[in-house]
Structures are given as C-alpha cells and as structure tokens.
C-alpha cells in the first residue's frame, strides 16, 4: 500500500555497488561471466548507475582480479559503469579502457586508513590529489566514499566534525559526490540527521552527498528513513544484501537494494527500479553462490 509523506523527496537515485562491494567479500570466486550477466540484469531491473569492479591489485582483492576481463565483456556499454580506483595505477587501468566514472575510497579514522591504505589520515589524501586531477583533466567524473562515518572498531565513536573535515577535503581536491559509509553498521538515525546538517554548515548540500548502510544491527532502513527527512536523495545499496569489508571484519552486508526499493514503493518515492525483476536477479545470484539472499524482501518474495 502506498502512503505518501510530505516534506520527502519526490524521486530518489539508487546507487548499486552489488557487482563491487557485493562480490569483494566473498570466499568463493564468482566466474567472470557471471559478474556480466549479474551486471547486465541489474541493469536490465531499471538500476540507474551499477558500480561495476574495482581496479585494485589482485592481491588485496582477489575476488576483482579479473576487472579488465570483466569490462571487456560489459563492452560499449560497460564505459559508463562506475569503477573503484584505490590509486593512480588503477586510474591508469580505468582510463586504458576508456571508462567515463571511477571512485575513491578514503577513511574518516586514522586508524582504518592505515589498515586500508597503508596511509596517515592526511597521507590518504595527499595520494588521491593526483589520481583525482589527473582523472578530472581527462574528463572522467569522480566520486569519493568515506568510510567509518560513524564509529570505528578500533577508534569507537567517529567525532562529526572529522568526518566532516575528511569529506569536505575530498570534495576540495575535484569529487563531485561524497558517499558517507556506516561501515560497520553501528549508526543510528540520530547521528545520519546530525551528519548531514554538519555538512549542510560546512556549505555542502545535500545533492552532493550519498549515503552508505551496512545492517549490521538492522538500522539501515531506519538510517535511510532519517536520510530522506534531511532531504538526501542519493542511496547505495547492494542487491540482495551482499558485501562487507575485506579489512573490517565486524562489517557485515549492505543494505539490500530490494529492501530499499519495497520501503520507497510504501513512500511512494519514485525510483526506477522493477522489484520483481531485481528479486529474481539477486534469487538467481544466490544460486550461483550457493547460499540464500540476506534481504529480507527477497526471501519474502522469490
């Protein structure tokens, strides 16, 4: 049933990272052709930008160690699909192909940029300078994320202001969109309604931010809900609930896309995506991992 709210957004844009932060964490290697397929029929559901890879090294990420193989089977098409590029090598092998979209991927702790990274909070963004000019000058959009927006599991409680010191630094060096990580799923709404107004008084609006859940103690709807009321209309989402973190290993999966989609029908939210067809993309996904679907609509539905 659709009941409609006022003072939420009319449309909203849902940001798919399944193929990438999906698939990055699991055990067992998804053939190249699968990721394809997978990638083809997210589309096919009406998602307006899927995230395709990552360009990481084989080593830290041995899930992606097949981007190149992977975009060469997206073809034409694939140019437009967002990449992750950890660095100035991995925006090499972006810009090789021609790809149109890459992100960064930076922290708002010391202490998971040096886990992540292998950088200082400021190191992290002395290396990005580069890659992002670089990608900017030859006419690629950048995006940023920014993990550990809300607590840390080394640090606790991520101080707002340094959240928002890290992502206004990101957004200075040329990113055109900021996407603010709950990495570890410890946020509640409070603290999302609290994030975004900082931001709005650093002179960010909120057109320039996303927001990024994990569900670890089931708050990503409820996060969501409180993002939407402070006007943001830009949300990751991963189908079928897929994803982590390699190196945050209290991070659990993201907010599944098919939960995010069933809650903005009730809105009454438009968003462009074909529920059924996404439930059976992330059903027939869940075949080839061997094991059900976290989201809880996809296991109501399929």
């Known amino acids: ?40 029929r997210l589309v096919a559901a009406g998602l307006p930008v899927v995230e395709a890879t990552s360009f990481v090294h084989p080593r830290w990420v041995p899930q992606l160690a097949d981007a190149e193989e992977l975009m060469g089977l997206l073809g034409e098409d694939g140019r437009r699909h967002p990449v992750l590029v950890p660095n100035e090598r991995g925006l090499d ?10 992100a960064i991927f930076g922290s708002a702790t010391e202490t998971f940029a040096q886990k992540n990274l292998n950088r200082s909070l400021d190191g992290q963004l002395a290396m990005f300078e580069p890659t992002v000019r670089r990608a900017r000058e030859a006419g690629v959009d950048v995006r940023a ?54 931001f709005g008084a650093a002179g960010v609006g909120v057109d320039r931010l996303a927001l990024h859940f994990h569900d ?31 190196y945050a ?15 903005l029908d009730g809105l009454g939210i438009r968003h462009g ?15 080839h991992l061997g094991r059900p679907s976290p989201s809880a609509v996809v296991r109501a539905l399929a």
């Open 145 to 198: 994320y920014v993990s550990m927006c809300f607590g840390d599991p080394w640090e606790g409680p991520v101080p707002v202001e340094q959240v928002v010191a890290v992502g206004t630094r990101l957004l200075d060096l040329g990113a055109s969109q900021l996407s603010l990580g709950d990495t570890i799923g410890v946020g509640t709404a409070g603290q999302v309604t609290a994030l975004v107004a900082a």
């Open 249 to 263: 290993h209290s991070a659990t999966g993201n907010l599944a896309t098919e939960d995010l989609v069933w809650m």
């Open 273 to 287: 995506v074909d529920l059924e067809a996404l439930v059976a993309t992330s059903t027939w996904l869940a075949g």
């Open 216 to 246: 670890t103690y089931g708050q990503a709807l409820a996060n969501t809900y409180a993002a939407l009321r402070a006007g943001v209309t830009t949300f990751d989402a991963s189908a079928g609930g897929l994803g982590g973190c390699p």
């Open 93 to 102: 092998r972006a810009l090789a192909l021609g790809l149109q979209h890459v």
């Open 1 to 40: 049933m659709v009941v409609p709210e006022a003072g939420l957004p009319e449309r909203v844009t849902i940001y798919e990272v399944g193929p990438r932060d999906g698939l990055q964490n699991e055990q067992a290697m998804v053939r190249t052709a699968v990721k394809a397929e997978f990638v083809r």
